[in-house]
DNA sequence: ATTTCATCCTGGAGGC
DNA sequence: TGCCTCCAGGATGAAA
């Protein structure tokens, strides 16, 4: 499940292996995963996206955007499973490839996602890498704060609501790029039950879950992200933070803080892990 | 306006 | 062994 970390890992390889790359074809192979104006018309963005260039590869929360040198730029939302690939067109395409882009050199980046949850959008831009008009001109649900940048002020702000802990930090349009993962793990160490109300939070406990937040995801950006079972990066390699998450799918398991057992119990609708003692309930 | 809830999907797990 | 059911998980759009 890509969350910001991932995504993050996936960018800084395009970065490397398509940039100044001339695009030779696009193609949709099942058009219900692409969504905003080119919506029933993806051949119309895929031509002309033809012979144009790789110019920027950036990331806003969870979403990934490939900025070219035409007024299209094409941007990725990869959902539960879904992931890119670099390789070369003469690997046969398996049933989970939904899209692909061919560039020069038989050089191929497939969009492969088996629970097809991802979606991709080709929406104009004004210029290079302009992220804001991009976000703006886009026909998809606004993003919230980017993590990193968020002061201790924002952040107080954020907490200011009789909502659960937990479904402000996956709300994507308060704060971008926290999945389940990322939450749980940051609620352990910040010492917060995923289950509390927001409001109830302590001003000093706010700010370490701030911290909290942002050591995390940077300390799993570092690690290459984590993969479960579906996530690679661009090369297929999967993600080394998974052997240092400290609660998430831990349950039954010695809190790595007390040795209490880690609990599982479903808050905002997902499965949520946590330390009973680390953590208390109030 | 704000918040909750069903829906989309399939591979893998668990029951029998 | 194999068939069946159940379920995770993020974002969206409808409903409350």
């Known amino acids: 499940m890509p969350e910001l970390p991932e995504v993050e890992n996936?960018?800084?390889s395009l970065?490397?292996?398509?940039?100044?790359?001339?695009i030779k074809d696009v193609c949709v192979r099942r058009p219900?995963?692409?969504?905003g104006a080119y919506m029933r018309q993806w051949r119309k963005a895929?031509?002309?996206l033809i012979n144009r260039a790789i110019t920027a590869v950036t990331r806003r929360g969870k979403r990934l955007i490939i900025f070219?040198?035409?007024?299209?730029?094409?941007?990725?939302?990869?959902?539960?499973?879904?992931?890119?690939?670099?390789?070369?067109?003469?690997?046969p395409l398996d049933k989970h490839t939904?899209?692909?882009?061919?560039?020069?050199?038989?050089?191929?980046?497939?969009?492969?996602?088996?629970?097809?949850?991802?979606?991709?959008?080709?929406?104009?831009?004004?210029?290079?890498?302009n992220l804001d008009q991009t976000m703006l001109n886009a026909g998809m649900s606004k993003l919230g704060l980017e993590p990193f940048g968020v002061t201790a002020r924002q952040f107080r702000q954020l907490l200011d609501s009789k909502r659960v802990i937990k479904t402000i930090l996956l709300d994507q349009t308060r704060i971008a790029g926290l999945g389940n993962i990322y939450v749980d793990e940051s609620l352990f160490r910040a010492g917060l039950h995923p289950g509390g109300i927001a409001a109830d939070i302590e001003p000093a406990q706010a700010e370490k879950l701030r911290r909290a937040v942002v050591s995390v995801l940077k300390s799993a950006i570092i690690h290459g992200g984590t993969t479960f079972s579906d996530f690679r990066n661009a090369y297929?390699?999967?993600?080394?933070?998974?052997?240092?998450?400290?609660?998430?799918?831990?349950?039954?398991?010695?809190c790595p803080r007390c040795k209490t057992p880690i609990e599982r119990m479903?808050?905002?609708?997902?499965?949520?892990?946590f330390c009973p003692e680390c953590q208390p309930k109030k």
């Open 10 to 12: 996936i960018a800084q």
């Open 15 to 22: 970065r490397d292996e398509i940039i100044g790359l001339k």
């Open 32 to 35: 219900n995963i692409i969504r």
């Open 46 to 48: 895929a031509d002309k």
């Open 68 to 91: 070219t040198d035409s007024d299209l730029a094409i941007l990725v939302q990869f959902g539960m499973t879904g992931k890119f690939l670099l390789g070369t067109n003469s690997v």
């Open 98 to 129: 939904h899209f692909y882009i061919n560039f020069m050199f038989d050089r191929q980046l497939r969009l492969v996602d088996p629970r097809r949850f991802g979606r991709v959008w080709f929406m104009e831009h004004p210029g290079q890498s």
């Open 236 to 254: 297929g390699e999967m993600g080394r933070f998974r052997r240092r998450l400290k609660v998430y799918q831990r349950q039954g398991s010695p």
């Open 266 to 273: 479903v808050i905002a609708g997902r499965g949520s892990h």
